[in-house]
């Protein structure tokens, strides 16, 4: 559901109404231009009021991306966009707040802004630009850069395990994790207004290309000829089935789930997982966004998306059991409360 | 019957309850000073208590203490040494001794001190009887026996009857100061309502303490303090972080923008964030930031969505702060930033004060990073400065620094309390929906203030960051000149401040021998050395600053007065650095103490005397 507290436009609005007056500074054939246009397209689509949106980064390439929106933004320091726009989002719950962060700037530097913005559950959505590398400053290793990976800090190849997003986002009891291609911008735009709906943190790991610094970083599930056979795009309620034919699925044996082809070995569409994205259960959720080539597809779409009181609203409802059950009124009433005397 | 005793009408005086941290000496400091106050005293409190939680009982690690100074004239500071010792086991007197005053008063718990006691505390011979304690007036009761015989017709189990002992101590020295039962009564009733028995041992252990103080012939004479000189008014005691916290909210009404305080928990800041949580019916949003920087940067997001944003640490965090105070420079939002300063660096000494952070504060900061910095001077204090602090920050569009530190916001004193109608006027200036003009770094041509553009407000969308943007259009500009220009306005907008901050006073004759100089929360010393040497007769005076950065527009005039200055702070010199920086053209002699102790004014006169004899 859209927040009902959220104000909305009295017109319809379009991707006009959000274009900003400067320059688009990324790369050509850099994947923030798929995101931008996947955002301009979802706003006027929410439909909240155009001066409802903010948008708060950090640093890096993704975090120039509030100066590409027109909307209320603010572009803050290293890592401390969550914390920023958990400032927002819970003095002023009447935003639509939106974050626009890297790698590097959520997993690494971040890190524990990150990970306790989504245990509170605040509700803002986080577009997290994973391209597995420090791009603006050219080339070094980032938190999720698979091991191995020569960079210019690691010319031996990294010594690091990487981090997988999903598992971090779950593992601080996430209620929302999609992850999208940056080259599906349909895909992209569902989710995201799937992310806006969301009551509490999402998160949407959007596969980003780096073209400088990390080419086809994800081209063996990105591009055009493997995608069919390397994604499994996930719909809520539907089986979990890939493929150029459409005929390989997920199932659960045991305690792990399996990549199987259908009318091999017996297998039945029946015996393919049916995708419950709003289960509590995050047992399924989390093996699904650890999937990984070349034995697995890669899980897009939204992984989870599950009810959970959200900090916002909880301050608001204290405020107002407060305000309601209190004596103290004004300060005058604090400042005479209590042991006082007249002298 | 008792025998007639003498009345000694004392100034004032200076009383230390001490005990084991489980003999409930915070609470009998806090009735003893409560009901001073309600017989009119002017007083100060400071209560002195070890970091750990629960040391090993008995020990010299495990002792607390609560030091209350009051009087029948105005009262400054807590005191340094005490007339009056209450020592509730060894432990506590061996920690203690050395601040009381020769010849100073000492009751003890003779039950405490048997062998085990004295041991612990690391006595090879009992003081009591070696001879060690010759030099004062020694009270022996053997309070903890007494309190459990009064209590022989009480239904209390024995550990209960043990914690009331500290009630009937409390009841000794209301017969001593001649006090009047009925608030602290009152106050077991209220506090122990639903435990019948419990009410009942305490105000019995409280009575039979009254009644055997009267008996008793060691106790020869009572204490008479009488009401002290005060403006007529309505008060109440108040502790220095509470004192902020309600300034902040006090602000927070006067300016119309609701209150968000980001923070993390710090020694000796964490009650300024306590008891804001407790104000949520007052609009208060309040933030457990999961660390210092989220701290800040959550405030720094809510002040730019509107809210009067603060965060509250003490010197580590204020290190773990500065990038971000930086961010807050850049944006020009306002925000309020307390640091309630401790022994450093590092982790120090956390719950000894000391005022080392005044350099941090000003220039603690990567780039040209002006920021506004005050500093409060007493308890009560704090709420006037902490509410000045919030109204600079929101009308100048600039974060504000308040120092204030453990002593201060750890000590209580009375407060009048005032009138949030009759506090000065905060007006931010809040761009309104559709200003055609609105440009995010157009400025009052003025103060150099931006306007105020919060998210929601209709015709007002715009982006500001840490990156250098260009004068009034705000857009990312790495232009040289541009960037020359925009570092001179934010200097120049924190400077026309002085031109909004009240001139320097001068406590004393505007001229003279000697100037001392002080800042924050060593003024309550100061102005008692100074004050006793001014009526000695001599041509000194205090300028105790509260401004700092900016320093008031008459500071180079008050200088010029006097033949000598000496710069007094709780440092190695920071701020008589800072002012040979700014106001080079004076010289300056400089008396500092390191020790997490505060001055004391003995050691004041002694230095301040000597000065005025060199020629």
């Not at chain 2, 506090?191 to 028995?197: L, Q």
């Not at chain 2, 007493?378 to 620094?401: D, G, I, N």
């Amino acid at each position: 559901m859209l927040d009902k507290r959220i104000e909305k436009s009295p017109v319809p609005l379009t991707k006009e109404d959000f274009a900003s007056d400067q320059m688009v500074k990324w790369c050509p054939g850099c994947g923030g231009h798929a995101i931008l246009s996947a955002v301009e397209n979802v706003f006027p689509k929410i439909g909240y009021k155009k001066e409802n949106f903010t948008i708060v980064s950090g640093i890096g390439c993704s975090s120039r991306f509030p100066y590409y929106v027109h909307t209320y933004g603010f572009h803050g320091i290293h890592g401390r966009a969550t914390a920023i726009a958990s400032g927002v989002k819970v003095a002023n719950p009447d935003q639509s707040v939106w974050i626009a962060t890297g790698d590097g700037d959520s997993m690494a530097i971040g890190g524990n802004h990150f990970i306790h913005i989504i245990r509170r559950n605040i509700d803002v959505n986080i577009l997290l630009f994973n391209n597995q590398i420090y791009g603006l400053t050219k080339g070094q290793y980032s938190p999720t850069t698979p091991m191995g990976k020569v960079t210019k800090t690691s010319p031996q190849g990294t010594i690091e395990h990487p981090f997988i997003t999903a598992g971090l986002v779950l593992g601080a009891q996430g209620t929302f994790f999609a992850r999208v291609p940056d080259n599906n911008v349909k895909l992209m735009t569902e989710v995201l207004y799937e992310a806006a709906k969301h009551d509490g943190t999402s998160v949407v790991e959007i596969l980003e290309n780096c073209i400088i610094f990390n080419d086809k970083a994800f081209s063996s599930v990105t591009a055009r000829e493997k995608r069919e056979e390397n994604q499994l795009i996930l719909k809520h309620g539907e089986p979990m089935i890939y493929g150029k034919d459409k005929d390989m699925g997920i199932i659960l044996k045991g305690t792990s789930l399996y990549a199987v082809k259908i009318g091999i070995g017996g297998i039945t569409e029946k015996d393919i997982l049916i995708h419950d994205q709003f289960t509590p259960d995050p047992g399924i959720h989390r093996m699904l966004g650890r999937m990984m080539g070349p034995d697995y597809p890669v899980a897009m779409g939204v992984i989870r998306s599950v009810k959970s009181a959200t900090y916002d609203d909880m301050v608001e409802e204290q405020i107002d059991m407060a305000k309601k059950s209190s004596n103290i009124k004004c300060v005058d009433d604090l400042l005479n409360s209590g042991d006082t005397w007249e002298i | 019957m008792a025998k007639q005793k003498n009345i000694l009408e004392l100034e004032d005086v200076v009383v230390k309850f001490v005990g084991d941290s489980g003999d409930g000496m915070q609470l009998t400091g806090t009735l003893f000073s409560d009901t001073a106050a309600l017989a009119g005293n002017d007083l100060a409190t400071f209560p002195d208590f070890p970091a750990e939680i629960r040391a090993p009982q008995n020990t010299v690690a495990g002792v607390s203490g609560f030091q209350v100074h009051l009087g029948q004239r105005k009262i400054f500071t807590s005191g340094d040494m005490c007339d009056l010792l209450v020592a509730m086991n060894p432990a506590s007197l061996k920690a203690n001794l050395k601040w009381a005053k020769p010849g100073a008063t000492i009751i003890v718990d003779e039950s405490a001190f048997d062998e085990k006691g004295n041991e612990k505390a690391g006595y090879k011979t009992s003081p009591l009887e070696d001879g060690s304690l010759d030099s004062y007036h020694l009270i022996k009761a053997p309070i903890s026996v007494l309190t459990k015989e009064s209590l022989s017709n009480v239904e209390v189990d024995k550990k209960m009857a043990e914690k009331t002992k500290n009630m009937f101590v409390l009841g000794m020295m209301y017969f001593l100061f001649q006090r009047n039962l009925d608030n602290t009564l009152d106050f077991i009733l209220k506090k122990f309502s639903n435990k019948p028995e419990v009410v009942k041992a305490n105000q019995v252990a409280l009575k039979a303490g009254y009644n055997y103080a009267e008996t008793v012939e060691a106790i020869a004479s009572t204490i008479k303090i009488g009401p002290a000189p005060m403006q007529k008014g309505r008060y109440r005691n108040i502790t220095g972080n509470v004192a902020t916290a309600w300034g902040l909210l006090a602000a927070s009404e006067r300016s119309g923008r609701p209150l968000f305080l980001g923070s993390y928990p710090i020694t000796p800041a964490t009650e300024i964030l306590m008891e804001l949580s407790k104000h949520k019916s007052l609009g208060a949003r309040v933030f457990q930031a999961e660390d210092e920087i989220a701290g800040i940067c959550s405030a720094i997001g809510a002040s730019f969505a509107g809210s009067m944003a603060v965060t509250t640490t003490s010197g580590p965090g204020l290190s773990l702060k500065s990038e971000a105070m930086g961010l807050a420079v850049i944006t020009e939002l306002p925000l309020v930033i307390v640091n309630v300063q401790r022994a450093g660096p590092s982790t120090g000494m956390p719950t000894k004060s000391e005022q080392s952070d005044l350099l941090q504060a000003l220039f603690g900061r990567n780039g040209e990073a002006p920021m506004i910095v005050i500093a409060a001077s007493s308890p009560a204090s704090c709420f006037h400065y902490a509410y000045m602090a919030a109204k600079l920050s929101m009308e100048h569009m600039t974060p504000v620094l308040l120092l204030t530190d453990g002593h201060m916001g750890f000590g209580s004193e009375l407060f009048k309390i005032p009138k949030v109608a009759d506090m000065p006027e905060i007006n931010p200036p809040i761009a309104p929906p559709r200003d055609p003009d609105f440009k995010p770094y157009r400025r009052d041509p003025v103060t150099l203030a931006r306007k105020w553009a919060i998210p929601g407000t209709e015709g007002l969308r715009h982006r500001i960051g840490g990156l250098e943007k260009t004068n009034i259009d705000g857009n990312v500009s790495t232009d040289p000149l541009n960037h020359e220009l925009m570092v001179n306005i934010r200097e120049d907008k924190v400077m026309r401040v002085a031109n909004y901050i009240p001139e320097q006073e001068v406590f004393g004759e505007d001229n003279g021998d000697l100037l001392v100089v002080g800042w924050g929360g060593t003024e309550g010393m100061l102005k008692s050395a100074v004050g006793q040497m001014q009526k000695a007769g001599h041509k000194i005076s205090l300028a105790h600053f509260n401004y700092i950065m900016p320093l008031p527009k008459n500071t180079a005039d008050v200088f010029s007065k006097f033949k000598k200055t000496i710069v007094c702070e709780l440092n190695n010199g920071q701020f008589v650095n800072y002012l040979r920086m700014t106001h080079p053209e004076f010289k300056y002699m400089q008396h500092n103490k390191v020790q997490g102790l505060p001055f004391h004014v003995k050691e004041l006169t002694e230095v301040f005397t000597k000065i005025l004899e060199d020629k």
